[in-house]
C-alpha cells in the first residue's frame, strides 16, 4: 500500500545535511512497516535492531555509545556489514533504550555518514518520564499518522478518482454526480476501517467488516496495555477514564472537554496528567480555543478551553462499537455522534497534512471548528456531517474578521459561493 511517507524519506535520504531521524507516531500506524519498505527499495541492505524483542541489545549501549565503538558490534549482531552511505541501520522501539537514543547526538556529530532511522511506539511518554539527554538539534523528527482518506482511496484501486477530486478541489468545479455519490461511500466506509494499516489492508483483501472490527479492537486492547505499562499506577485509571469518554464528549453538541463528564465533580487538576499522557502517546490530539484570530495564533489560546480528537477514526467507531452498516447508511440512532464523527475526521486529516488546528468561539456562542493557518493566511473551516450547510456561526466569523475566503467541508459537491469554498468531506485531504 502507498504511504505519503516515503516522499518525505526519500528527501530525508539526499539531503546533504541530513541528520539521523527520528519516527514517532501511535502504535500500528506503520512506522516499522514503512521504514523497512524505504530501506529495501533505496539501500543496499538494513540493519535492523528491535530493543522490544532483542532486549539484551540494551547492554551493547550500556558500555559506551560512540559511533566507533558500536558499528562494529552492531554489525556483528545484525549479521552483515553495516557501510556508510549504503546501509540503512533502524533501531526499532527505541523508547525502550534511553542510551540508543542519546547514541544518535554523537553519531550526528561524529559520523554523519551513516544512515540511521529511529521508530518509538511512545517515545512522547518515554522522553518525559525519564531521566536521560535526549539529542535535542541533533535528529530530524517526523510523525507518521494513520493512512488519511487518500491513502484509503488508493489502496481500494480509486487512483482515477483520486486524480479527478484534487482537480475538482482545485478549479472548484463540481465532480459528476456518479463519482461524488461513490467516493462519499468510501468516505463514510473510511469512518468505519479507519487509517491503520492492518485494518485497510484486511478490508481491500476480505470487505470482511467483522474481521476488520477484531483487528480494531485488538489494538485497543493494546493501547490499554501500554497505559498501564508505560504509566505510573495511580494514573493508570484516570488514563483510562479519559480515554473511554472521549466518545461522550464527542455526541455532546459542544464538544469542548468538560472534566465533569468524565467523573462527577472532576477538576483538571485530577486529569490533566492523563491527557497529556494520551498526547504525547500520539493516542489522542488537542485543539484548543483561540481568544482572537491574529498571528501567531499559538499566543491566543486558552489554555482551559479545548477538545480531544482520537488519532483514528475507525478506532473511534470501535470504542463506540458502531455497526458498520448504521455508519454506512448513517441511521438516524447516530445523529447525536454525526457531527463529533465528522470533526474528528477532518481534524485528522487536517493533522495529516501538518496543521495546528484551532477552534473559534464568539462571546455570543457562534463557534468555528477550526482556524488554520493556509498560504500565509488565517482560514476558518466549517465542518457538516451532512449537505445541510446553513451556518450561523460562519457568517458570524466572516462578518467579525473578513478573511479572504473560508472552507466548508459538507455531504455537498464541490462550488465556491459567498467567499466560502465548498468541500465535500472525502476531499479534506486536499486542504
Not at 486492547?221 to 477514564?241: A, I, P, Q, W
Not at 457531527?339 to 473559534?360: D, P, R
Not at 450561523?392 to 462578518?399: C, R, W
Not at 474578521?401 to 459561493?417: M, T, V, W
Request: with cysteine.
Amino acid at each position: 500500500m502507498y504511504r505519503k511517507i516515503m516522499s518525505f524519506l526519500e528527501a530525508w535520504k539526499e539531503n546533504e545535511h541530513r541528520k539521523p531521524l527520528i519516527l514517532q507516531g501511535a502504535r500500528q500506524v506503520g512506522k516499522t512497516w514503512s521504514i523497512l519498505e524505504f530501506g529495501h527499495t533505496h539501500y543496499e541492505n538494513v540493519a535492523y535492531f528491535n530493543f522490544e524483542t532483542s532486549p539484551r541489545l540494551n547492554e551493547t549501549f550500556a558500555e559506551n555509545i560512540s559511533p566507533d565503538y558500536l558499528i562494529p558490534i552492531l554489525s556483528h549482531i545484525a549479521g552483515q556489514t553495516i557501510v556508510r552511505e549504503r546501509t540503512l541501520v533502524v533501531f526499532d522501539e527505541v523508547q525502550l533504550c534511553e542510551r540508543a537514543l542519546t547514541s544518535l547526538k554523537y553519531f550526528c556529530e561524529d559520523a554523519p555518514g551513516y544512515h540511521i532511522i529511529a521508530a518509538g511506539s511512545l517515545l512522547g511518554v518515554a522522553v518525559n518520564r525519564a531521566e536521560f539527554a535526549f539529542p535535542v538539534g541533533k535528529v530530524d523528527m517526523k510523525t507518521l499518522y494513520p493512512m488519511d482518506m487518500e491513502e484509503f482511496m488508493l489502496a481500494m484501486d480509486e487512483d482515477t478518482l483520486v486524480g479527478q477530486i484534487k482537480e475538482c478541489f482545485a478549479s472548484d468545479t463540481p465532480l459528476p454526480f456518479a463519482l461524488h455519490d461513490a467516493a462519499m461511500r468510501l468516505y463514510r466506509q473510511y469512518l468505519f476501517v479507519g487509517g491503520m494499516p492492518e485494518c485497510v489492508k484486511l478490508f481491500t483483501e476480505t470487505k470482511n467488516d467483522i474481521l476488520v472490527r477484531h483487528t480494531q479492537d485488538t489494538i485497543l486492547t493494546g493501547y490499554l496495555n501500554d497505559m498501564s505499562k508505560y504509566n505510573s499506577l495511580n494514573e493508570v485509571k484516570k488514563t483510562r477514564l479519559v480515554y473511554d469518554n472521549i466518545t461522550v464528549q464527542l455526541s455532546k453538541k459542544n464538544t469542548r472537554f468538560q472534566y465533569k463528564l468524565v467523573k462527577k465533580g472532576g477538576r483538571a487538576s485530577e486529569f490533566e496528567n492523563a491527557i497529556e499522557w494520551l498526547c504525547l502517546s500520539g493516542i489522542v490530539s488537542r485543539v484548543y480555543k483561540v481568544e482572537q484570530i491574529k498571528k501567531p495564533l499559538e499566543n491566543y489560546r486558552d489554555i482551559d478551553a479545548f477538545k480531544i480528537y482520537v488519532s483514528d477514526l475507525g478506532l473511534l467507531c470501535a470504542k463506540k462499537d458502531l455497526a458498520a452498516n448504521d455508519i454506512l447508511y448513517m441511521v438516524e440512532e447516530l445523529n447525536d455522534f454525526k457531527g463529533g464523527m465528522a470533526e474528528n475526521y477532518v481534524h485528522v486529516q487536517l493533522a495529516m497534512n501538518g496543521y495546528k488546528t484551532y477552534y473559534w468561539e464568539s462571546k455570543r456562542g457562534a463557534e468555528i471548528d477550526f482556524v488554520i493557518q493556509r498560504g500565509g493566511r488565517l482560514i476558518p473551516v466549517e465542518v457538516k456531517s451532512a449537505d445541510n450547510t446553513k451556518a450561523k456561526s460562519l457568517k458570524v466569523y466572516m462578518e467579525t474578521y473578513r478573511p479572504d475566503y473560508a472552507i466548508r467541508l459538507s455531504a455537498k459537491n464541490f462550488g465556491y459561493e459567498d467567499g466560502k469554498k465548498i468541500v465535500p468531506l472525502y476531499a479534506a485531504f486536499c486542504i
